[in-house]
Structure formats: structure tokens, C-alpha cells
């Protein structure tokens, strides 16, 4: 888009301009093996304060579509309109101003927080127990492993895990849950917090990520923040709740005891 377009309606550059090619693996970053394909679909979307300039853009776009290749096709139907952007904000306030009951059919109870505050205490103490024993049975495993001369083969985390991913706000959530409860240790050296991240670092606009361990689900649980250019209606992206995220993560190689597999 050239400049002096902007420039001449007195508007300053597009806050957000986002490029994506469906059919060239673009969604998988670093890990994309795109060879060839012979179909891809270009999505183009921009934001701006000014709905002057996002009309400019498309007006312009336009007319790369009329001179594009051969082969070139776009959506049927009117050409794109601006709309405006719905965003969530999330704040937190202090809870002396607020008043909170929970109403259940025609009863109402007052909002205990001291005994909501110890059960989330008792499940923070359990999340981080259950990363602890976890690391021990990664580490035992492993040594078991080394001295028995166990055979090692490297499969896709497909083959040992089911994936379900989704969005809250600007924030993705994968969850990663074992075939096997014997899986689990093995899923987890693999899918470390740090390659997790490196995995949709091409999406993040912070390094943030969480790891939560769900031993009695034999399941791991991600969140990425700030992974969804803002995430829902307010995201530019193509998947904007990131709903194809653990599809990208279930290519990632496990390394485990061949005899795990045997059965």
C-alpha cells in the first residue's frame, strides 16, 4: 500500500496488517514442510482508526485481483467491507467494591471467599506436586531405559495423544491428553514448556506459556499468551481461536520404549 495514499487523508500507518497463504504450511512456522501445492488461498486483512484507510486497502486490492495470474478466483459475492472491531478487555478490580452471590434456581448464596481461596491453594500445591512427580518419572524412566538397552523408536505425538485446543481472549489453550496413562512421562519430556513455545513463536507477540500438569487425566494443559493478534472478532488471523493449534502440535516426535507399542 503506498504511503502517500495514507498521507494524502492525513491518517498515519495501518495498526495491524496481517498476510496469511492457506495451502503453504504457513501455519506451522519454522516446522512447515511445504514442497509444492497446487491450490492456495491469499487472506488479507488490515485495522486502522480510520475506516477511510481500510477502504483504500481493499479499493486497492481490488485491483491486484483484476491484474493477478491466470488461475486467480476470489470469493463470490460483493466486494469486502469494513466492519468495525468488538474486542474483549478483561480488568481486574478490587473485590471490596464488588458484591458477588451465585443464584441456583430460586435459592442465592453468598460468595464464600476464604474457603474458595484454600481450595485454590490446595490446587496450586497439587499442579506444582504433580510437575515434580512427573520430572522424577521422566528421569526414572529414562535411566531404566539406558540400562536395560531398551529399543527406541520415535513416533508422532498423534500416535500416543489426542489434542483439543481453543481460545479465552488473546489466549490459546492446548490441551494434550495420553492414549495410555504410560505415555504421559515420555509425552512430557518432549513437549516442554520452551518447545511448545518455539513451536508457535511465528503467532505469539510474547514469550508467555504456561504448563499444567493433569495427572489423574494423564493430560497436559498449555496456555500461550498473547498467541491470537487479539483473539475472537478482533483477531486479523484466519484462525483467530486457535482451534487448529493442537493439530499443529501433533506432528512433534516421541521418542519411547518400542515395547510400549507392541501391544
Not at 494524502?8 to 501455519?27: F, I, K, L, R, T
Not at 480510520?50 to 491484474?67: F, P, S
Not at 506436586?129 to 538397552?149: F, H, M, V, W
Not at 494434550?176 to 515420555?186: C, G, I, Q, S, T
Amino acid at each position: 500500500m503506498p504511503g502517500g495514499s495514507l498521507e494524502a487523508m492525513g491518517a498515519p500507518d495501518y495498526v495491524d496488517v496481517s498476510v496469511e497463504v492457506v495451502g503453504d504450511e504457513s501455519h506451522w512456522g519454522e516446522a512447515a514442510r511445504y514442497v509444492r501445492s497446487r491450490e492456495v488461498a491469499v487472506k488479507v486483512g488490515c485495522r486502522h482508526a480510520d475506516r477511510r484507510a481500510t477502504d483504500l486497502l481493499m479499493r486497492e486490492l481490488a485491483g491486484v485481483g483484476l491484474g493477478a495470474p491466470a488461475g486467480f478466483c476470489a470469493f463470490a459475492g460483493t466486494r469486502p467491507k469494513s466492519s468495525p472491531v468488538i474486542r474483549l478487555f478483561s480488568i481486574l478490580i478490587d473485590r471490596e467494591v464488588t458484591d458477588i452471590q451465585i443464584h441456583t434456581a430460586d435459592q442465592s448464596t453468598v460468595f464464600e471467599e476464604p474457603v474458595v481461596q484454600v481450595v485454590m491453594l490446595a490446587q496450586e500445591s497439587d499442579s506444582s506436586l504433580a510437575e515434580d512427580e512427573l520430572a522424577n518419572a521422566i528421569t526414572t524412566l529414562s535411566e531404566r531405559s539406558r540400562e536395560a538397552g531398551a529399543e527406541q523408536i520415535e513416533v508422532p505425538l498423534e500416535r500416543l495423544a489426542w489434542g483439543r485446543s481453543g481460545d479465552k481472549g488473546d489466549k490459546a489453550n492446548i490441551g494434550v491428553m495420553a492414549r495410555k496413562p504410560e505415555y504421559l512421562p515420555f509425552i512430557a519430556a518432549a513437549l516442554t514448556a520452551p518447545y511448545v513455545a518455539s513451536r508457535f513463536a511465528h503467532f505469539m507477540a510474547s514469550p508467555e506459556i504456561d504448563r499444567y500438569v493433569l495427572p489423574g487425566l494423564s493430560a497436559l494443559n498449555f496456555v500461550l499468551h498473547h498467541a491470537l493478534g487479539g483473539g475472537g472478532v478482533a483477531s486479523l488471523r484466519n484462525d483467530p481461536q486457535a482451534k487448529g493449534y493442537a493439530q499443529i502440535l501433533l506432528d512433534t516426535p516421541v521418542t519411547l520404549p518400542a515395547s510400549l507399542l507392541e501391544d
